[in-house]
């Protein structure tokens, strides 16, 4: 459920106007995340849905962004970056290959089961750049347990882009069943092992 603001007038007067804006500001980007995470369409998000959903005016809107459009792209580069930051809390680079990917399965089941709107957003929203950052770290992992002679060379890319797509369908599994997470977790990195022979 979105938070909504206090009615006009009814706002704590000892806030600030700048916290006032502040709270105004999250409430609405914290409805225009439940909204995009939840449309199953690209649909055009409007300052209407969101002066219904928060309980703001259109001017107040208009006075935090631009348009929706701005809100929209706020939200998609926050959920982007919030996938970026989660998987760079992995520990792919240390200790075996076979760890480093249960590090990476577990940091990245953990995000989607934690924060399912974010993942629904990047996904709906910029699946590439999700791709791209997936990649990125699947990347690091595939070298790794090449360099320990788990994997052969993949120079065409294609083993990562695979797992990459394995890993965002399990990670959309979970971020819509969270009780998915265990048996998630041992096919994706039944998935990873395969993929080393």
Partial sequence: MVPRVPARGRYDRASSASERAQQQHDVLLSAALDYLSQSNTRGELS????CQATGMGRNTVYGLFENAQVITDT???SCNAAVERALQSAEIATGTPLGAAAAFVDTW????ADSPAELRVAA???REQLLR?????LRQLVELGRTAGLFAADPSG???QLLSAA???AGLAVASQPEQLAPARAALLDVITKAAR
């Avoid at 300052?47 to 969101?50: A, E, G, M």
């Avoid at 950052?133 to 770290?137: E, K, L, N, Q, S």
Wanted: overall charge neutral.
């Fill in 167 to 169: 890993a965002i369908e």
């Fill in 47 to 50: 300052v209407s849905v969101l």
């Fill in 133 to 137: 950052t997936v990649v990125g770290v």
């Fill in 124 to 126: 709906l929203w910029n």
């Fill in 109 to 112: 089941l953990a995000f989607c």
């Fill in 75 to 77: 939200v998609v580069a």
């Fill in 158 to 160: 294609m083993k990562v």
